[in-house]
């Protein structure tokens, strides 16, 4: 292994797997297991493709180009697993939609494998690694606007730098594969310690409903998020609440009494536990909100 640099990303890739076993507990009665379980799998592929590639000699360059591609493919399920992290569709979404996935974005590699016929530079067509970017800024961009922006930026980047020597405008000359590979392991790190950090920060929050909304929608990403706040708003107005939910949280009227006030928030906390149902179990709202149960509201469901 040539240099420390190497060194230290080694140790580094090592540490990050008890990270991530760190996060699965933060995850418990979540929906997120799957992408967890991706998360863990891309950390395993990582590390076992740096080892392999700097530790047996047999590997020749065209496998380890590919290895390292199969590697940015499956660090893209994460991030889409988290887009289907609803029930039902949860259950299926790994059959219907982050398999089939891989299958097409590692077919150019395939193809070359049952051909029997293994180049010594593997590289990828434009409008592959044009779908790549767009699967990557789809699933990461869910996390812009969330308290694990930063976070999922670093990762985001650490992708780009693993695929960038499979892309055709890319040479050699202007960056070296083992660099782009260390720049991407590093970044990696980084993006891991940073989310482990920002997790085991609790947000300030005006309000008990403000803690759920925003622990809620760090976790999912605002696609999730902008979908549930539309419901919640959609109920505020059916039922006239004197709170609307917003960026920023909960918003309540001026000069509420405590009698309105009560039952405005006995509301919230009834449409929370019923929407939020599909993504968290109930040990997790009654974590947050208290062991009260709701009532079936009836026309809340989709």
Request: charged share 15%; with cysteine; hydrophobic share 55%.
């Amino acid at each position: 292994m040539g240099g420390w640099l190497d060194d230290m990303v080694a140790v580094g890739l090592l540490a990050a797997i008890p990270i991530a076993w760190h996060a699965r507990r933060e995850l418990t009665h979540t929906t997120l297991g799957t992408a967890w379980i991706w998360c863990a799998a891309t950390l395993l592929m990582w590390n076992a493709a740096w080892w392999l590639t700097h530790l047996v000699p047999a590997v020749s360059a065209g496998v380890a180009d590919q290895l390292w591609y199969l590697v940015s493919v499956v660090s893209l399920c994460p991030w889409i697993a988290v887009l289907g992290a609803q029930r039902p569709g949860v259950r299926v979404w790994n059959a219907f939609v982050l398999l089939p996935l891989i299958a097409v974005l590692i077919w150019p590699a395939a193809t070359l494998w049952i051909r029997g016929h293994v180049p010594a530079q593997f590289g990828l067509e434009l409008p592959m690694v044009i779908g790549y970017g767009l699967v990557l800024v789809m699933g990461g961009g869910n996390y812009v606007g969330t308290a694990f922006a930063p976070a999922a930026i670093l990762l985001m980047l650490a992708q780009v730098a693993l695929l960038a020597p499979a892309v055709p405008f890319i040479s050699e000359a202007l960056l070296p594969t083992e660099t782009a590979r260390r720049v991407a392991s590093l970044l990696l790190m980084a993006g891991a310690v940073l989310a482990w950090w920002i997790g085991r920060r609790r947000a300030p929050a005006g309000s008990t409903y403000d803690a759920v909304w925003f622990d809620f929608a760090d976790r999912f990403g605002i696609v999730w998020a902008l979908r549930i706040r539309e419901r919640i708003n959609d109920r505020a107005r059916q039922e006239k609440w004197r709170a609307r939910l917003e960026p920023q949280g909960f918003v309540w009227e001026a000069a509420l009494d405590e009698q309105t006030r009560r039952e405005t928030g006995a509301r919230i906390d009834h449409t929370l536990r019923w929407l939020l149902r599909r993504f968290v179990d109930e040990p997790w709202l009654n974590e947050r909100l208290g062991t009260s149960a709701p009532t079936d509201p009836g026309h809340l469901d989709d």
